[in-house]
């Protein structure tokens, strides 16, 4: 049979067609069986109550708090860091082997598995800092995996500012930092923003780095300090999937409904800060 | 006294400038102060080809090689499955999918590189896993080929998305020119884009398996955690990742345990960065 170019250009396109739907298909699949099989779990109670009967009954309130408190450290140690970060990477650093080591380190950071960041958190802020297995510990080791995640999309926010309107602001004799401070960051801040909130529902789905730094297996009370261990939403999930015998699957599949809408939803509105700024854009 | 305060700024946004390059250095530091000590006891070659991970034994013996080896067989399982499919779904997004559909299929594949690990974990226990063991008739679903699937996953999000990136970074000139030679929309695709965009999809590939050999929580709840040199892919494994994230929460500070854990986050740095660096070679290389 003599080659055809169009039908091996069907077959070829019929094979991507599939290769998508093999991806798309069992996503649709995981988010949907775990709202279907979540939802029935999910009540005021369960939100808002401590676990019970070493964690079979109750509710998760706890772990929805510890997780909200390991997230809002992350951010208050790595937002600052990663935007003067980005800030150096956009306006000051030239195009020189320093720059590029930088980087690299970028790269790297966001390179490394995240239970070495378990082991990192570990070895400098639990044993060789002596803060414990704690909600410091914790978010200190969260905020360092999220650095290069609010460097970047920081980063590039900050470039997407024309180099225009630092012209025009030096031109009416402003500084440099005035000329960042006045006219380049608050033009770049919904990138800012969605990177940060990207950031965060990052943290708050990880389990690896919070191992060992500041999760309590079962704590039915809430953490009084950040010196205090605390329990996690993904942590909670593991535990009570492979480690307690006999958890009703409805906790286990509330709780990772719970974890899931709440990454889900920092995604979305993430999308939505990007696509509503991207429709305004002056530029 | 603006002067100073804006001396002030400057100096301190240098520093921050610095601080990735600072927190890796940390890592590695921290990893090599409490790691080094076991090659002392153990011994450099001993602690990689040793065939016995007994850590808690009298005397401990700490050889990793059924780790790596069983890290390396879900990566290479995970790299079969999602190689294939995420270049084509890529090339797909990038090439033929039309517009409106377009937008979708990124969301959703954005969508699953945002769900969490540990909820993949679960949902691969109480699915996959035990499909797999009436499928293929074995004892137990927690096996390297489970891991390997689950993994798949995780690693489609990276493809795709820098696959993808490459793809469009391909002049539209080369296209068109191809088109314009009377070739077909499909071999324009597989004679030019895809050769054009090779580098940047090899990147795509790099870090794809990065993210598989990182991974921690999903494989340590469906891989089964057998710390045995595996002979197929349907057998229980144990990998580099889920024997820290298991082991550590038992050990004693500073036991002989401890420092072997270290040691094994010492490897999977290591690891991690040597990938990491040819992605961005490959990343660059185009520029």
């Known amino acids: ?283 | 006294m603006r002067k100073f305060k804006e001396s002030i700024i400057e100096k301190l946004i240098i520093v921050c400038g610095l601080a990735s390059i600072f927190f890796v250095i940390l890592i590695l530091l921290f990893l090599l102060k409490e790691g080094l000590s076991v090659f002392k006891t153990a011994g450099f070659v001993d602690f990689i080809l040793g065939r016995k991970w007994y850590p808690i034994s009298e005397p401990a013996q700490l050889g990793i090689l059924p780790l790596i080896i069983g890290s390396l067989l879900v990566t290479f399982g995970a790299v079969v499955i999602s190689v294939p499919i995420g270049v084509a779904c890529a090339v797909f997004i990038a090439e033929v999918a039309p517009s409106r559909i377009k937008e979708l299929l990124k969301a959703t594949v954005e969508l699953l590189s945002a769900i969490p690990s540990v909820v993949l974990g679960f949902v691969g226990m109480v699915t996959l896993v035990p499909w797999i063991k009436n499928i293929f008739h074995l004892p137990t679903g927690l096996t390297a080929f489970s891991g390997s699937i689950m993994l798949a996953f995780m690693a489609m999000p990276t493809i795709v998305s820098i696959a993808e990136d490459a793809l469009y970074s391909v002049p539209k000139t080369y296209k068109e020119g191809a088109l314009a030679l009377g070739a077909t929309h499909w071999q324009a695709i597989y004679r030019v884009m895809l050769p054009a965009a090779s580098s940047g999809i090899l990147a795509a590939v790099m870090l794809g398996i990065g993210r598989v050999i990182g991974e921690t929580m999903a494989v340590m709840m469906i891989t089964g955690n057998a710390a045995v040199i595996p002979t197929s892919l349907f057998q229980p494994v144990r990998t580099l990742t889920a024997t820290i994230a298991a082991e550590m929460g038992e050990t004693v500070v500073g036991s002989e345990h401890y420092f072997a854990l270290f040691a094994i986050g010492i490897v999977l740095f290591i690891i991690s960065f040597l990938i990491n660096v040819t992605a961005d070679l490959f990343l660059h290389k185009k520029r």
Do not use: C
């Not at chain 1, 091996?8 to 996503?27: D, K, W």
């Not at chain 1, 360092?144 to 926010?157: D, F, G, K, Q, V």
């Open chain 1, 1 to 283: 049979m003599k080659h055809n170019p169009k039908r091996s250009q069907n077959i070829a396109f019929f094979f991507m067609l599939l290769a998508t739907f093999l991806i798309v298909l069992p996503v649709g699949l995981i988010v949907f069986a775990i709202i279907k099989k979540g939802i029935p779990a999910i009540s005021w109670e369960f939100l808002t109550e401590m676990p019970r009967q070493g964690m079979r009954a109750g509710g998760i309130f706890p772990a929805i708090i510890g997780t909200f408190y390991l997230v809002s450290g992350a951010i208050l140690f790595a937002l600052p860091i990663g935007l003067l970060s980005a800030i150096y990477l956009s306006e000051y650093a030239k195009d020189n082997l320093l720059t590029r080591i930088i980087k690299l380190a970028i790269v790297n950071l966001a390179g490394v598995p995240s239970v070495v960041y378990g082991l990192f958190g570990l070895a400098l802020f639990v044993i060789f800092l002596k803060f414990g297995a704690s909600i410091l510990s914790g978010s200190l080791t969260l905020g360092i995996m999220i650095l290069p995640i609010i460097i970047t999309s920081s980063r590039e926010a900050l470039e997407s500012v024309p180099y225009s309107f630092r012209e025009a602001s030096w031109s009416l004799g402003a500084s440099k930092w005035q000329t960042i401070r006045y006219v380049v960051l608050p033009n770049a801040i919904p990138g800012i923003l969605t990177g940060t909130i990207l950031g965060l529902g990052r943290a708050a789905g990880e389990t690896a780095p919070i191992l060992f730094t500041v999760a309590a297996f079962y704590l039915p009370r809430l953490p009084k300090s950040i010196f205090d261990q605390a329990m996690a939403l993904p942590y909670h999930l593991y535990v009570i999937s492979t480690q307690v015998p006999n958890v009703d699957e409805k906790i286990r599949y509330g709780t990772a409904l719970v974890l899931l809408s709440l990454v889900l939803f920092m995604n979305l509105i993430a999308i939505v800060i990007r696509y509503h700024f991207r429709k305004k854009k002056k530029w």
